[in-house]
């Protein structure tokens, strides 16, 4: 009898919901707005910045930027943002970052994903070029990119070239003034050694 209670008291504790633990949805992003050209059309677009750490052995941090593109539909007959959708995209490394500030300046072509997402009041395409903290090589060379924007006043211009043969690629342009490159070195700072 022990034992049928025993086994009745486990199956209905299976039963009874266990409230999950979620994982946060990421870190705080800092953004900026900017300004994308691609063939006549010009918008303002908005980048945002991300900086995460490891936390244990599950959890990996991220640095990473992202540039948010509204409306970004508009731009289907002159730029494909088609094969840039997913985590596993094979387009190759067609985005070429471009950084200056009072202290250096420094570039680099990365792999950019993305993914359609709800923007401000439109519907936007957010690609974003990330390296794992627990990857020393990309870490550094992002790293190396984006450590020029920490000493303003600083400029990122991302050519995001256009996967479509031919096809016009989108330039984005980031000018920070001194207080935002300060806003930006303290996000970044854990993942740039500290600086």
Same mark, same amino acid.
């Given at each position: 009898?022990?034992?049928?209670?025993?086994?009745?008291?486990?199956?209905?504790?299976?039963?009874?919901?266990?409230?999950?633990?979620?994982?946060?949805?990421?870190?705080?992003?800092?953004?900026?707005?900017? =300004? /994308?050209?691609?063939?006549?059309?010009?918008? #303002?677009?908005?980048?945002? +910045?991300?900086?995460?750490? *490891?936390?244990? !052995?599950?959890?990996?941090?991220?640095?990473?930027?992202?540039?948010?593109?509204?409306?970004?539909?508009?731009?289907?007959?002159?730029?494909?943002?088609?094969?840039?959708?997913?985590?596993?995209?094979?387009?190759?490394?067609?985005?070429?970052?471009?950084?200056?500030?009072?202290?250096?300046?420094?570039?680099?072509?990365? =792999? /950019?994903?993305?993914?359609?997402?709800?923007? #401000?009041?439109?519907?936007? +395409?957010?690609?974003?070029? *990330?390296?794992? !903290?627990?990857?020393?090589?990309?870490?550094?060379?992002?790293?190396?990119?984006?450590?020029?924007?920490?000493?303003?006043?600083?400029?990122?211009?991302?050519?995001?070239?256009?996967?479509?043969?031919?096809?016009?690629?989108?330039?984005?342009?980031?000018?920070?003034?001194?207080?935002?490159?300060?806003?930006?070195?303290?996000?970044?700072?854990?993942?740039?050694?500290?600086?």
């Amino acid at each position: 009898m022990v034992k049928l209670c025993l086994a009745y008291v486990i199956a209905v504790a299976a039963m009874v919901p266990v409230p999950a633990t979620a994982q946060s949805a990421g870190p705080p992003a800092l953004a900026f707005d900017g =300004t /994308a050209r691609t063939g006549s059309d010009t918008r #303002t677009v908005r980048f945002r +910045f991300f900086c995460s750490s *490891n936390e244990g !052995r599950d959890v990996t941090g991220v640095l990473a930027v992202d540039l948010e593109t509204p409306r970004y539909e508009q731009l289907r007959a002159i730029f494909d943002f088609d094969p840039f959708e997913g985590p596993d995209s094979t387009e190759g490394a067609l985005s070429a970052l471009q950084t200056s500030g009072a202290h250096g300046k420094a570039d680099g072509r990365f =792999t /950019a994903a993305g993914s359609a997402a709800e923007g #401000t009041g439109a519907l936007s +395409f957010v690609l974003e070029v *990330n390296a794992s !903290r627990r990857e020393a090589g990309p870490l550094k060379k992002l790293g190396t990119v984006l450590r020029p924007l920490l000493d303003g006043p600083a400029r990122l211009v991302w050519v995001q070239g256009n996967a479509k043969k031919g096809g016009a690629p989108l330039t984005a342009t980031l000018d920070l003034t001194p207080v935002q490159s300060d806003q930006l070195r303290a996000a970044l700072g854990p993942c740039l050694n500290g600086r």
